[in-house]
Each structure stands twice: as structure tokens, then as C-alpha cells.
């Protein structure tokens, strides 16, 4: 128990580091909040400092996902504390102690969270958020498509009930960080991923 408790805090804390804000201040010497959507994620470094950063961002991202799994797994872990810890893991992302408990919208690690547990689940959610972005432009839809997947493909892939309530727990806290792109898709003033931020519009994309 205290083995797993402490993988659980670890990964919280672990979660909770910005890595978009440490990113662009050290590459581009920018406040990431204060650019573009003022947004710390992906789609948000890449607006504002380009490709090759986003993909540094959304590495490091998933990563806080991967490793609290890994090295649970690692220490002996059963499935359902691996899975609390990789909700943690998101949770301290959504929800950075470092940055007054605000945060991201989670994709990035809950996609490293599931690598970790089950890769072809992993596989499925990131080609499902592939071709739903081909198909729409939008990368908060992007995401919610793909995490949708993520309980079924979980149980498909691995057997485990664990990983089912994983998934579909990964899918609500990224339906909660997106609803205000939800509206914005229902009014139709959500942003295309690689268009720059209107005049008096808000994107919060991450």
C-alpha cells in the first residue's frame, strides 16, 4: 500500500510539471500563456513557436503518462493501482499544483498512460484522433474521438475491467477540459488546428 501510494503521488506531482510553459520559455524565451490561446499544450506551442517544439511538448506530455505506469508496473503494481496512477498522472496535468491547479486538457498523457498499459490501445486512440483531425481540422474533436475508444479498445486489447474503467474514466475528464470547445463546435467558432487566434476569439485547444 505505501508503495503504491507513493507511485500514485509521484505521478501526480510528475503530471503536474508544465512542461509547454518550461518548453517555450527555453527555446523562444515566451510565456506560452501570454501568446496565442495562452494555452501550455500541444496545438498552442505549435501556433506560437512551431512544429518541432509542439513535438518536443507533446513527447514530454505523454511521458508523464508513461513512466509513473512503467515504473509501477516495475515495482510489482497490480492493474488497478497501475490505472489510479495513471489517472494521477492526467489529473495533476489537468490540474498542475505548480500553476495554481490549472493545467492542460490531458491528451497527450492520458495517450502515454495507455501506451504504457496496452500500446494497441494506445495505437487505436492515436490513429482515431488522426483521421478524425484529417477529416474535421479540429484537434479538440481530434481528441475526444479518440479517447472515446479508449475503455472498448482497452478491454479488447488487454482483458482487464482495470484498464476498461481507465479508458472510459480518461474519456470523461477529456470531454470535462474540452466542453468549452464543445460549444464553440456546436456554434461553430471552434478554430482548425494550425489556424492562428481571430481578433477577439479564444481557442483553448490543447
Known amino acids: 500500500m505505501i508503495v503504491a501510494f507513493l507511485v500514485a503521488v509521484g505521478a501526480y506531482i510528475l503530471g503536474g510539471i508544465p512542461m509547454g510553459l518550461i518548453v517555450a520559455r527555453s527555446a523562444a524565451g515566451v510565456d506560452i500563456r501570454e501568446h496565442g490561446s495562452g494555452n501550455i499544450g500541444t496545438t498552442n506551442v505549435l501556433r506560437v513557436i512551431?512544429?518541432?517544439?509542439?513535438?518536443?511538448?507533446?513527447?514530454?506530455?505523454?511521458?508523464?503518462?508513461?513512466?509513473p505506469v512503467l515504473a509501477g508496473g516495475h515495482l510489482g503494481l497490480a492493474p488497478r493501482q497501475l490505472a489510479f496512477a495513471g489517472l494521477l498522472a492526467v489529473a495533476g496535468h489537468n490540474w498542475s499544483p505548480f500553476l495554481r491547479f490549472?493545467?492542460?486538457?490531458?491528451?497527450?498523457?492520458?495517450?502515454?498512460v495507455l501506451l504504457a498499459v496496452s500500446p494497441p490501445t494506445a495505437a487505436a486512440v492515436a490513429g482515431?484522433?488522426?483521421?478524425?483531425?484529417?477529416?474535421?481540422?479540429?484537434?479538440s474533436l481530434g481528441s475526444m474521438v479518440g479517447l472515446s475508444l479508449s475503455g472498448p479498445a482497452s478491454v479488447l486489447f488487454s482483458g482487464s475491467r482495470d484498464y476498461l474503467w481507465l479508458g472510459i474514466l480518461l474519456f470523461a475528464m477529456t470531454v470535462f477540459q474540452h466542453r468549452a470547445n464543445?460549444?464553440?463546435?456546436?456554434?461553430?467558432r471552434e478554430l482548425a488546428?494550425?489556424?492562428?487566434?481571430?481578433?477577439?476569439g479564444q481557442d483553448t485547444t490543447r
Open 182 to 188: 464543445i460549444d464553440r463546435l456546436i456554434h461553430g
Open 50 to 67: 512551431g512544429a518541432r517544439w509542439a513535438v518536443v511538448v507533446f513527447i514530454l506530455d505523454a511521458l508523464k503518462g508513461v513512466l
Open 193 to 200: 488546428i494550425l489556424r492562428k487566434k481571430r481578433p477577439g
Open 102 to 112: 490549472r493545467g492542460g486538457k490531458g491528451v497527450a498523457t492520458s495517450l502515454g
Open 128 to 139: 482515431a484522433w488522426g483521421l478524425a483531425v484529417l477529416a474535421t481540422g479540429y484537434a
